[in-house]
T-cell receptor, first 114, second 118 residues
Framework: AQSVAQPEDQVNVAEGNPLTVKCTYSVSGNPYLFWYVQYPNRGLQFLLKYITGDNLVKGSYGFEAEFNKSQTSFHLKKPSALVSDSALYFCAVRDSDNFNKFYFGSGTKLNVKP | DGGITQSPKYLFRKEGQNVTLSCEQNLNHDAMYWYRQDPGQGLRLIYYSQIVNDFQKGDIAEGYSVSREKKESFPLTVTSAQKNPTAFYLC?????????????????FGPGTRLTVL
């Protein structure tokens, strides 16, 4: 069975500092991994995805994610956090048996303080 | 202006009522999805459709029904059989249909409908 885990309910970081939001995954085949961001009472916005190739994936708004196969992780990172980055972040994995199914983590709330 | 629209933004339901949530997309996507979001639980799949006139149950389909008569539209009905319907409902779409080659496609989400039972 496929799944993702986001071990932190909340991450606090000061503006200008680097941020990391953690995600680990479990899949039976090749992992197709995604990060989304959600602002209050809004839908999810796509940030980036890993399919194959370079382990460091660059996405929208200066975010990047590092794929680590040995640790089965796909952590979201940004070198310098902005207050406007404060939101709810979701990691997701695509089902390798049914490409139309995605499994989402429980979400991590990122708080960036000025 | 392409995208996914959901209506209404807020919906209130009385006990025993059926309500229908609208989802429309003009992205020419084959696949559409309905998710339910509860605090601290992430998103859970209710139903999905790979193609017109076909849909499959997700992980929490009980108490819900859908139809896919047009490619652009995938309405969700929350029936009176759904005992705890208060939640935020999200519709999504992607190019991926049944083809294996579409496995890398991304889902795109609508703005959501917040349903509250009175």
């Amino acid at each position: 069975a496929q799944s993702v885990a986001q071990p932190e309910d909340q991450v606090n970081v000061a503006e200008g500092n680097p941020l990391t939001v953690k995600c680990t995954y479990s899949v039976s085949g090749n992992p197709y991994l995604f990060w989304y961001v959600q602002y209050p009472n809004r839908g999810l916005q796509f940030l980036l995805k890993y399919i194959t190739g370079d382990n460091l994936v660059k996405g929208s708004y200066g975010f990047e994610a590092e794929f680590n196969k040995s640790q089965t992780s796909f952590h979201l990172k940004k070198p310098s956090a902005l207050v406007s980055d404060s939101a709810l972040y979701f990691c997701a994995v695509r089902d390798s048996d049914n490409f139309n199914k995605f499994y989402f983590g429980s979400g991590t709330k990122l708080n960036v303080k000025p | 202006d392409g995208g996914i629209t959901q209506s209404p933004k807020y919906l209130f339901r009385k006990e025993g009522q059926n309500v229908t949530l609208s989802c429309e997309q003009n992205l020419n996507h084959d696949a559409m999805y309905w998710y339910r979001q509860d605090p601290g639980q992430g998103l859970r799949l209710i139903y999905y459709s790979q193609i017109v006139n076909d849909f499959q149950k997700g992980d929490i389909a009980e108490g819900y029904s859908v139809s896919r008569e047009k490619k652009e539209s995938f309405p969700l009905t929350v029936t009176s059989a759904q005992k705890n319907p208060t939640a935020f409902y999200l519709c999504a779409s992607s190019r991926a249909g049944a083809g294996v080659g579409m496995s890398t496609d991304t889902q795109y989400f609508g703005p959501g409908t917040r349903l509250t039972v009175l």
